[in-house]
DNA sequence: TTCGATATATGTCGTATCGATATATATCAT
DNA sequence: ATGATATATATCGATACGACATATATCGAA
């Protein structure tokens, strides 16, 4: 899903400055799923608007810089819709943590260690901003997806805390294998 | 991760061409958890191969058009060690099946239900993949990643059976909204 | 009181990566 | 023999990321 269309729906959600589109995309209620580069957002905000299916104002604040809030207009509305209509593509999941686990034999017992701990934290965070969206919010969908969030990463969390020690037993085998055979 | 360290990690596990690694990534052993474009194999593997991380033999083959074969060097596989050694970043993850799930009720029964059945049945083959992988090797922390990622998929699937009805109600319920105003 | 840290806010720029396309060889079923 | 599929390499424009620059304002600490 290109950048167009996330800032779209997160327009249609509610109107928002670039840099709270980022907020949205990696803090707020998008985040759980989505996330935009400010190199992306505000290039895309400019074409958006040239193309009219966004407008946006400037609004000054008292003790803060000056925001230029984004609103989505009717044409953009009816683009967003349009797009949702099409099949939605395959989910995009890239983990550096899975790499490092199948490695596991290459590093040592402390490389893994943090990597999992680290892992383990990040995951209970992950379930808590989850968590808050879902009662943030009484839309019926937002509760679909986010009962959907926290049942597949809570039997994350649970499979690593039951699997943690067995991972970081076989950390350093390949290398202790080495040392056995000179 | 970038490419140059997911390739010596293919490379470290086996010997392969350009075609072989974007098979291992999309379809092979590493296909879970990463995908790497064409567009970025060719150009990284000779960057690697100048700078001696990687050495590539050409094979003529029966059948079939010629092949250049890569292996991993001493000094690759030091280098990516040490890429292992450093904490691993955060999954990268982003769903467009979410976003039209949380935009169901601007679409309708129909669309919502083509998209939770294609997502039910990629998930089912995902699961299959996972599977087959697992029984292929008896590597250890291959064990472990496999079996972790049944247990995740596995929750997945088992949410979107038991909830996808519940999903198809709320469809289009924003339209209806907005034809009871009238 | 000024220094550093943090938060808000917009924007750019080099680079990495994707996705589509081109080209070529060979097999196999229709 | 024609079209589809698989193997194999490579490039190129478009897209997106990630780091940086810039500016305003608050707040606590030195």
Redesign the pocket.
């Known amino acids: 899903m ?3 269309t996330l800032i779209l729906a997160i327009l249609n959600f509610e109107n928002a ?4 589109i ?2 949205q995309s990696s803090e707020g209620a998008f985040s759980y799923f989505v ?6 957002i ?5 074409k958006l608007e040239a193309d009219g299916l966004v407008i946006g104002r400037s609004e000054t ?9 984004f609103s989505i207009t009717a044409k953009g509305r009816a683009e967003f819709i349009k797009t949702l209509m099409s099949p939605p593509a395959i989910d995009k999941f890239k983990s550096e943590f899975l790499l490092v686990a199948m490695c596991a034999d290459l590093t040592s017992p402390e490389i893994i260690t943090k990597a999992i701990d680290k892992r383990i934290g990040e995951m209970e965070e992950l379930l808590k901003v989850i968590g808050g969206l879902r009662s943030d919010c009484d839309h019926p969908a937002t509760q679909w997806i986010t009962s959907y969030g926290l049942h597949v990463k809570g039997a994350d969390l649970e499979f690593l805390k039951n699997n943690r020690d067995s991972l970081i037993a076989m950390a350093g085998q390949a290398v202790k294998l080495d040392e056995a055979a000179e």
Not at 61 to 69: A, L, M, S
């Open positions: 290109n950048t167009q400055s670039g840099y709270e980022k907020k996330d935009i580069s400010y190199g992306s505000y290039p895309t905000l400019a604040q008292n003790g803060r810089p000056d925001k230029k809030v």
